[in-house]
């Protein structure tokens, strides 16, 4: 069974700190992998998208990893900051179907 | 461009009762899907499409049904709903190009549906 599981489920941390959001999954035979952002009561944002052929994708502060053959993703945040506090779901797609994790909820500490 | 859109934003509904979510795309995206998404877990997928119509099931299809008849509308219909039914419901279209953002899926705000 295709599975996703993204730990911790929640992370509280000070302004400033560069952290790491994880993602597994359980079948290696993926098309891409998606990080998305979601505030309270909003929808989703889409923040990264990998590829299964790339190993990084970049956006400002944002650096998200994949290691198809371990079936991890990580999403690293630099320097993080109160505005970043929301819950971080990782999707991985099999044909056009996305498999979801649980996500991450994500406190900064001003 | 609107993107994806979704109305209501809210639902109460009452047990036994029957209502459609109405979701738009002016992206002209061929794909389109229907998501649950219940407190505190991810999304699971109810019903998607590949074009107009063409639908399939997803993971959680039963007590839903849908229909494709345009490209930009992919309506949800719940007959006699149902408590579990509690939920929040996301749309979603994306496009099946290739290069980096092939499938690259993109959220309508959702619908915040309450049995009782």
């Known amino acids: 069974k295709q599975e996703v599981t993204q730990i911790p489920a929640a992370l509280s941390v000070p302004e400033g700190e560069n952290l790491v959001l994880n993602c597994s999954f359980t079948d290696s035979a993926i098309y891409n992998l998606q990080w998305f952002r979601q505030d309270p009561g909003k929808g989703l944002t889409s923040l990264l998208l990998?590829?299964?052929s790339q190993r990084e994708q970049t956006s400002g502060r944002l650096n998200a990893s994949l290691d198809k053959s371990s079936g991890r993703s990580t999403l690293y945040i630099a320097a993080s900051q109160p505005g970043d506090s929301a819950t971080y779901l990782c999707a991985v797609r099999y044909n056009y179907q996305l498999i979801w994790g649980a996500g991450t909820k994500l406190i900064i500490k001003p | 461009n609107a993107g994806v859109t979704q109305t209501p934003k809210f639902r109460i509904l009452k047990i036994g009762q029957s209502m459609t979510l109405q979701c738009t795309q002016d992206m002209n995206h061929n794909y389109m899907y229907w998501y649950r998404q219940d407190p505190g877990m991810g999304l699971k997928l109810i019903y998607y499409?590949?074009?107009?119509?063409?639908?399939d099931k997803g993971e959680v299809p039963n007590g839903y049904n849908v229909s494709r008849s345009t490209t930009e509308d992919f309506p949800l219909r719940l007959e006699l709903a149902a408590p579990s039914q509690t939920s929040v419901y996301f749309c979603?279209?994306?496009?099946?190009?290739?290069?980096?953002?092939?499938?690259?899926?993109?959220f309508g705000p959702g619908t915040r549906l309450t049995v009782t």
């Open positions: 979603a279209s994306s496009y099946p190009t290739s290069g980096d953002h092939s499938y690259e899926q993109y």
């Open positions: 499409s590949v074009g107009a119509g063409i639908t």
């Open positions: 990998i590829q299964s």
